[in-house]
């Protein structure tokens, strides 16, 4: 095994790729080191003055308050409503360990994502 390593130039062609691969990453890091400047740059340079907004007033209700009763009453009748009309979803996704009788689903046995219906 030696042999035909050293025969075929194994460990040169290994050290050439790791050098090539970490070059490639050396150079990705050194790019968003130059873009995080040029941004930097680009925001010390904008000039644009800050927004102030004035507080915002008060709004006083209208009409008769609302008493606790009846705001209790909407609030059941809202939740009421939500659990008729809009239902959650009927599946979810689970890992599970199953047996399956099939050779040919094996796949599904160690943990795989299935898909499991309510």
Known sequence: MIDSITQYNGLTIA??????????????????????????????????????????????????????????????????????YHEELTSEVTFADTEQRSGWKTGYKFGQRIHVSR
Do not use: C, D, W
């Open 15 to 84: 050290g050439s790729g790791i050098l090539v691969v970490f070059t490639g990453l050396v150079m990705i890091a050194l790019v968003i080191q130059l873009f995080n400047k040029l941004f930097a740059r680009s925001a010390a340079l904008s000039t644009e003055t800050p927004v102030t907004t004035a507080p915002a007033r008060k709004l006083k209700p209208r009409g008769k308050p609302i008493p606790e009763e009846h705001q209790a009453v909407i609030a059941v009748a809202l939740a009421v409503y939500h659990k008729l």
